[in-house]
């Protein structure tokens, strides 16, 4: 479980694929405090650490996790938001998050505004999924509040510290993102439709 407070950006420095999986090493100043068999998220997914060297850590996405998330469009040199999973003991700054990405979702807009920016994203509504205003989402592993909410799209603006210390600075008009919506309101919606 983790908390969509993004710990440290990653660079993809190797793709390795064996089979239908997808090996991702991934340099970080957080890889040298991983250990073989931890949960990491990486732009949302909940990937388990399989190998580490002195400042890399690698990852395997399996068939299904590459069709649901953006990870099948990662290349070498992209940047990827990390975080360590939660502590029981700690503050919950953001909200609940699984690691397990609902769907993907296209930018359609992207405003920068005076101090901030404005992120717009579509997303395919047939699959039950829900936004609410002044909810919560993860959008690439990162928390944020929703605002302008509509069936199938959604705004969030971005402060310039998370701007700069996620990879939404890299995320442009046509960009695909990972989505988590929210836990309980997924449990809500479920609810209400039986």
């Known amino acids: 479980m983790f908390t969509g407070i993004i710990e440290t950006l990653g660079e993809v420095t190797d793709i390795i694929s064996e ?55 990662l290349k070498v040199g992209n940047k990827v938001n990390l975080e360590r999973c939660m502590l029981m003991n700690g503050r919950l700054d953001g909200h609940i998050v699984q690691g397990h990405v609902d769907q993907t979702a296209v930018c359609i807009k992207r405003t920068e505004l005076d101090g901030s920016w404005e992120y717009r994203f579509k997303y395919d509504a047939n699959r039950g999924n829900v936004t609410v205003e002044k909810g919560s989402v993860s959008v690439n592993g990162i928390s944020l509040t929703v605002v302008n ?21 890299e995320v442009n008009v046509d960009d695909t993102v990972n989505l988590e919506f929210d836990i309980i309101g997924k449990y809500v919606a479920r609810l209400v439709n039986r």
């Open 149 to 169: 909410s509509e069936i199938d799209e959604f705004s969030v603006f971005i402060i310039p510290y998370t701007h700069e210390h996620t990879n939404l600075h």
């Open 19 to 73: 089979g239908t999986n997808r090996h991702y090493i991934v340099k970080s100043n957080l890889s040298n405090e991983l250990k073989i068999d931890q949960s990491v998220s990486h732009n949302g997914v909940c990937l388990t650490v399989v190998a580490l060297s002195e400042d890399t850590h690698t990852v395997t996405a399996i068939e299904e996790t590459l069709q649901k998330s953006n990870l099948d469009k």
